[in-house]
C-alpha cells in the first residue's frame, strides 16, 4: 500500500525550516527520500534502515519511528534550490522494489 | 558516464497502437525499474528486474510487458495502448540492491495517448 506524505504542499521563506511526514500501515524496513525538481528526474537524498542506520544528504536530516511505521525529512534552514516535490519510497527488504508516497510539493521564496 | 538514458523522449500514439520504450544504463547495475507518474499519484511502479533474463511485476503492470536480455537494457512495451496509459514514464537503475538501493532515475518519457 502507497504510503501516505503530509502536507501536500508547504510554501516557505529562505532560511525558514519545513518537515516532512512519511506514514504507512505496514511495518517498514527501510524509507528512502527522492526529490524531483519540475521537469526533470527524481534524485535520490537519503535512506534509512531500521535500526537506525542513515545514509545520504549532508544538509538534509531525517528520522525513522519503526514502531509508529513513520518517517520525517527535516529541511532546515532552506534554500531556494530546496523547491521541488519529496517522495517517501518503503522498501520491502528483499527485492528492491519502492513504493512511493504521493509527494509533497515545497516552494521556497526568497 | 551517460547514466541511464530513456528513448524516445516524447511520443504520441493512436488508442490500439504498439510502442517499446527503451531504458539502457551504462552502470553495470543488477536492478532496473519502471515507473509510471501521474500528477497527484506519485512514482507507481510498473515492472522490475533483478538482473539480466529476470522480470518481476510491480503495483501496476496490467497492459505493459517487459524484458531485460541484456544487463544494460529493460523495455517496456504497450501491446495496445489506451488513453489510461498516457503518463510520464520513468526508468531507474541500482546497483547494490536492497536495502542500499539508491536508484538513479532516467530523464523520461513523455506518451500521449489519443
Known amino acids: 500500500q502507497q504510503p501516505v506524505q503530509s502536507p501536500q504542499a508547504v510554501i516557505l521563506r529562505e532560511g525558514e525550516d519545513a518537515v516532512i511526514n512519511c506514514s504507512s500501515s505496514?511495518?517498514?524496513?527501510?524509507v528512502h527520500w527522492y526529490r524531483q525538481k519540475h521537469g526533470e528526474a527524481p534524485v535520490f537524498l537519503m535512506i534509512?534502515?531500521?535500526?537506525?542506520e542513515q545514509k545520504g544528504h549532508d544538509k538534509i536530516s531525517a528520522s525513522f519511528n519503526e514502531k509508529k511505521q513513520q518517517s520525517s525529512l527535516y529541511l532546515t534552514a532552506s534554500q531556494l534550490s530546496y523547491s521541488g516535490t519529496y517522495f517517501c519510497?518503503?522498501?520491502?527488504?528483499?527485492?528492491?522494489?519502492?513504493?512511493f508516497g504521493q509527494g509533497t510539493t515545497l516552494q521556497v521564496k526568497p | 558516464n551517460a547514466g541511464v538514458t530513456q528513448t524516445p523522449k516524447f511520443r504520441v500514439l493512436k488508442t490500439g497502437q504498439s510502442m517499446t520504450l527503451l531504458c539502457a544504463q551504462d552502470?553495470?547495475?543488477?536492478?532496473m525499474y519502471w515507473y509510471r507518474q501521474d500528477p497527484g499519484m506519485g512514482l507507481r511502479l510498473i515492472h522490475y528486474s533483478v538482473g539480466e533474463g529476470t522480470t518481476a511485476k510491480g503495483e501496476v503492470p496490467d497492459g505493459y510487458n517487459v524484458s531485460r536480455l541484456k544487463k544494460q537494457n529493460f523495455l517496456l512495451g504497450l501491446e495496445s495502448a489506451a488513453p489510461s496509459q498516457t503518463s510520464v514514464y520513468f526508468c531507474a537503475s541500482d546497483r547494490k540492491g536492497p536495502p542500499y538501493n539508491e536508484q538513479f532515475f532516467g530523464p523520461g518519457t513523455r506518451l500521449t495517448v489519443l
Open positions: 534509512l534502515l531500521k535500526g537506525g
Open positions: 505496514k511495518a517498514l524496513y527501510s
Open positions: 552502470m553495470n547495475h543488477e536492478y
Open positions: 519510497g518503503t522498501g520491502s527488504g528483499n527485492t528492491g522494489k519502492l513504493i
